[in-house]
């Protein structure tokens, strides 16, 4: 079955440190893939996704993620972390994009923390 | 950017009674609105995939009898909890997706069944 695997349930870093949030997803062909944030109590934000094209893909915020295929991964990084950046991070593959049905798995989320 | 709005943000209702949450996209049309529920320290699990003027479908598990999905217009779909019980109790969320694909997601309803 498709799934989307976050090893890290939660992590920490300094403020200004870099930050890197691993994904990794099961799916025979090469998916659609987003990351998604999350405040507390509050809906997704998208930060950036991957159609085709350059695996490098830059989103908001500063954020960028590199696509895999060898690895099946999609992590996200950051190189100065800041405190606003606390929040939940979803990774989310889409196997029919533009389909008649919701496709979107997500990850189980990691939990980033931002020490002063 | 497109906006996704959904009303209420949170509701405490009592055992037995129905709630209804909406979901509007605001600037845009969205034929496809999707329903997704998250458990405490849980990922978002769909629940349905709403289709303007169509019979939504629903994910395997989820009761299409208690979960009633209605999609009147290409900018609102609305989730009504019947006779809700306390195990009801998450954090809802609807996203709509544009005519480009991409699903943008509402800011959640906390529902509470005492």
């Known amino acids: 079955a498709q799934s989307v695997t976050q090893p890290d349930i939660h992590i920490t870093v300094s403020e200004g440190a870099s930050l890197e949030l691993r994904c990794n997803y099961s799916?025979?062909?090469?998916?659609?893939l987003f990351w998604y944030v999350q405040s507390p109590g509050q809906g997704l934000q998208l930060l950036l996704k991957?159609?085709?094209?350059?695996?490098l893909v830059q989103g908001i915020k500063g954020f960028e993620a590199e696509f895999k295929r060898s690895q099946s991964s999609f992590n996200l990084r950051k190189p100065s972390v800041h405190w606003s950046d606390a929040a939940e991070y979803f990774c989310?593959?889409?196997?029919?994009?533009?389909?008649?049905?919701?496709?979107?798995?997500f990850g189980k989320g990691t939990k980033l923390s931002v020490k002063p | 950017g497109a906006v996704v709005s959904q009303h209420p943000s949170r509701v405490i209702c009592k055992s037995g009674t129905s709630v209804k949450i909406e979901c509007r996209s605001l600037?845009?049309?969205?034929?496809?609105m999707f329903w997704y529920r998250q458990f405490p320290k849980k990922s978002l699990m769909l629940m349905a995939t709403s289709n303007e003027g169509s019979k939504a479908t629903y994910e395997q598990g989820v009761e299409k009898d208690k979960f009633l999905i209605n999609h009147a217009s290409l900018t609102l779909s609305t989730l009504t909890v019947t006779s809700a019980h306390p195990e009801d109790s998450s954090f809802y969320i609807c996203s709509a997706r544009d005519l480009g694909g991409l699903q943008y997601f509402g800011p959640g309803t906390r529902l509470t069944v005492t």
């Open positions: 991957y159609f085709s094209g350059d695996t």
């Open positions: 600037d845009f049309q969205a034929t496809t």
């Open positions: 989310a593959v889409d196997l029919d994009y533009g389909g008649s049905q919701g496709n979107l798995i």
């Open positions: 799916y025979g062909a090469t998916p659609y």
